[in-house]
């Protein structure tokens, strides 16, 4: 992908990662072999493809002497918080992820005597596809709160910050 992207572009200054998985599969009742899946797949896209994704625009930037980049993770409030609801328990473990490896990536950043800025943005339940197809069997539990615009909005607003703005 960022091959493609060099080829079309010269390269990433800016990189939204925007992935999320979950499966609902409860902690105290749940198959280990359906855990298995679970865990490989959420690690797969939640952690390790954004991880991926952000090494590589850094590596972007950093050929192409941008100093003024952003890196952009699209989180989660249970990044943050693990809520009562059982379904996201495993998601809520990947995105805490996201969380520490955003602050590890700024610190790397800063390590590096880069003005290239990460960010996470830890949004509630958006109008998604991710919402329908984690509770495909009850249309309530997938309303969201959010439209898409929202998410929008936030990003616009990271990335209109002031250089010397930390978002």
């Keep these: 992908m960022f091959a493609a992207i060099k080829e079309q ?6 990189c939204i990662n925007n992935a999320g998985l979950a499966h609902p599969e409860l902690l105290l009742n749940g198959k280990t072999s359906g855990w298995k899946n679970i865990c490989f797949g959420h690690l797969q896209v939640n952690v ?17 002497n941008v100093d003024d980049g952003h890196i952009i993770n699209i989180n989660s409030q249970c990044g943050h918080q693990v809520f ?24 790397e950043l800063r390590a590096e005597n880069t003005h290239i800025r990460a960010t996470s943005i830890s949004p509630g339940f958006v109008e998604t596809e991710f919402a329908s197809r984690l509770y495909r069997d009850n249309s309530d539990k997938a ?3 959010l439209e898409a615009k929202d998410l929008v909005s936030a990003i616009t607003y990271v990335l209109s910050a002031p250089p010397h703005v930390q978002v």
């Excluded at 390790?48 to 192409?64: D, I, N």
């Excluded at 996201?98 to 590890?104: C, D, F, I, R, S």
């Design 9 to 14: 572009h010269k390269g990433v200054d800016v």
């Design 48 to 64: 390790l493809a954004l991880s991926m994704c952000a090494r590589e625009a850094y590596q972007s930037m950093k050929e192409r």
């Design 84 to 107: 009562p609801n059982a379904d996201v328990h495993f998601y809520t473990c990947t995105k805490y992820a996201v969380t520490a490896l955003t602050e590890g990536l700024r610190q």
């Design 143 to 145: 309303a969201a709160s």
